[in-house]
Structures are given as structure tokens and as C-alpha cells.
């Protein structure tokens, strides 16, 4: 009789939608975590009633123990980790620099699953730098983690290239992101196992070749309507989610673009969503605009 391997002791760090992809991908696999440490319930909508992150939510559907700390060095959660004998920790998306002494608590550590192709786009916003860096070759690392910003040795990587047009590249940043997580979070369930077992070797990053992202500001999605066509699309493109794309009109009035292509060499905005308004197509907002001065 063949005895069954026992479940590897995994908590799992993470808070977003793209966080969920990897906790899917893993419960497939029979990697579900025993715990999800998660961001705190925020406000959100009209009435800003407190709302659990979407890795909560995943988890509490499963009844898999949830933590929130508001700070990760705070001496209760700390403790309260260290109590388990964890074989592993993986962070997806979890948007808070982990502390060495939390690192090192797992037997094996602590993985990261990165959506870009490490050391290139390193920092909070590696699917959204890629589009305006018009980089239609991107993909995802799972890396070991150290006390640096995705710096560790790697373990595994993917690699994703989208043909240029109309369904392929440029992405919007939102479909680029999903597609990301997805692939990601297959690329770890996949190569956990490995890992847990001994037979996975971490490669150093080449830190001459890492470029860095930052987390973007609405100024940043500003498109200029007079500037390069190629590189307003990108941007459209990218800003599809918080921050939005947008323009200004004459009397101050903020345009989101929602839809946008290339024609002839010049931009042509399809569609957009004026201040306090519905989305509407670019030719009835321009003619509504025409006929207001």
C-alpha cells in the first residue's frame, strides 16, 4: 500500500483579485494554504462600508483561517506565525515589504510569484510599466524571497509574448495583469512541489540588467492629445483601472478615454466618459462640446 504524501504546511500572503488567480491555481494542484494573511477590510463604494479583500473572500468561502495585521511587526501576529510549523510561505500581491524575521519562519522560506520577467520591472506595477514600455515580451518569476524588493534568486520563469493587434498587444492593463496572474499562478502550483522536495536550484539575478517600477499617480495617466500617437495609445491602454486615462477640456472638465485606436498614424479616440456623464462615443462628445461654445 502506497502511503500518500502529507499536505505541505503553506500560508499565503496576498490581497487582490491577482492574488486569488495564484490561490486558485494552487488549490487545483491540492496546495490549497492552511492560512491567507491579507490587507485589512478597507471603505469602499457609496455608502463605504467596510469590504474584505477578494484573497479574504476566497479563503472564508473555504474556511481557511484568515489574518489581518495592520503592521507585520506587530509582536502578536509575529508569535502567532511562528506557533506553526510552516513548510513554506508565498506571497502574491501583497503590496507590504515582509520583514527578514518573517522570511525565515518556513522551513524553506518564503516565494514570490512576480508578474514580469525578473530582474526587468521589479516594484509594484511590473504589468502596467510593460505596456507603456511597449514590451509585448513579458512574463512571470517565481523568486526566493530576501529582505530587497524582488531581488531574490529565482527559481522558475514563463515567458508571455502577445502579437501585435486589435486582439493582442497593446493590452489593456487590467487583461495584461489577469493574464499574468493566471500563468503565474499555474507556473508556482506547478513548481511548488519541486521546491518542497529539494530539487529546484534559485539563480541569482543579473542586478546590471534590473529595472524598477513605481506605483503611479493619477498625473501619470494624463494623456496629452497633441503628443505621440503610439505612445497615447499605450497609455490608454494601460490605464484602463485606478488611474484612469484621461484629458482635460478647455473649461476643466475631466475626460476618461475608454476606447482608442491608430488610424493612418494618428490616434482616434472611439470612446470616452465626460465628467458626471455616461460613456458615450468620442463623435457625439466632440459634437456636444462643439455646440456648447
Not at 476606447?259 to 456623464?277: C, H, N, Q, Y
Request: hydrophobic share 40%; aromatic share 6%.
Amino acid at each position: 500500500m502506497t502511503m500518500s504524501k502529507p499536505m505541505p504546511r503553506c500560508a499565503f500572503f496576498g490581497t487582490p483579485q491577482f492574488a486569488v488567480h495564484a490561490l486558485k491555481a494552487l488549490e487545483a494542484q491540492g496546495l490549497s494554504p492552511a492560512l491567507v494573511v491579507t490587507a485589512p477590510e478597507r471603505p469602499a463604494g457609496r455608502g463605504l462600508n467596510l469590504q474584505p479583500s477578494p484573497a479574504k473572500v476566497w479563503a472564508e468561502e473555504r474556511e481557511i483561517d484568515v489574518l489581518e495585521p495592520l503592521s507585520l511587526r506587530d509582536k502578536s501576529f509575529v508569535a502567532e506565525l511562528g506557533n506553526t510549523d510552516w513548510d513554506v510561505f508565498v506571497v502574491s500581491a501583497y503590496a507590504k515589504l515582509i520583514p527578514k524575521n518573517i522570511l525565515d519562519i518556513p522551513r524553506k522560506g518564503s516565494l514570490n510569484l512576480h508578474p514580469s520577467l525578473l530582474p526587468k520591472f521589479r516594484g509594484p506595477s511590473p504589468a502596467v510599466s510593460a505596456i507603456l514600455a511597449d514590451e509585448r515580451a513579458t512574463g512571470v518569476s517565481v523568486m526566493l524571497m530576501t529582505e530587497k524588493m524582488d531581488a531574490g534568486p529565482v527559481l522558475a520563469q514563463a515567458r508571455i509574448e502577445l502579437e501585435e493587434g486589435a486582439d493582442g498587444w497593446p493590452p489593456t492593463g487590467s487583461f495584461l495583469e489577469e493574464l499574468l496572474a493566471t500563468e503565474g499562478g499555474n507556473l508556482l502550483a506547478e513548481i511548488l512541489p519541486e521546491w518542497l522536495a529539494g530539487t529546484l536550484t534559485p539563480e541569482p539575478q543579473d542586478e546590471s540588467k534590473a529595472t524598477y517600477t513605481h506605483k503611479f499617480k493619477d498625473q501619470d495617466a494624463l494623456v496629452d492629445l497633441m503628443g505621440d500617437a503610439r505612445q497615447n495609445l499605450l497609455k490608454i491602454r494601460a490605464f484602463d483601472q485606478g488611474p484612469r486615462a484621461h484629458f482635460f477640456t478647455k473649461d476643466g472638465k475631466r475626460v476618461l478615454i475608454t476606447d482608442a485606436r491608430i488610424s493612418d498614424s494618428t490616434l482616434e479616440i472611439l470612446k470616452v466618459i465626460p465628467e458626471g456623464k455616461r460613456e458615450m462615443s468620442y463623435e457625439v462628445f466632440a459634437k456636444r462640446e462643439a455646440t456648447q461654445k
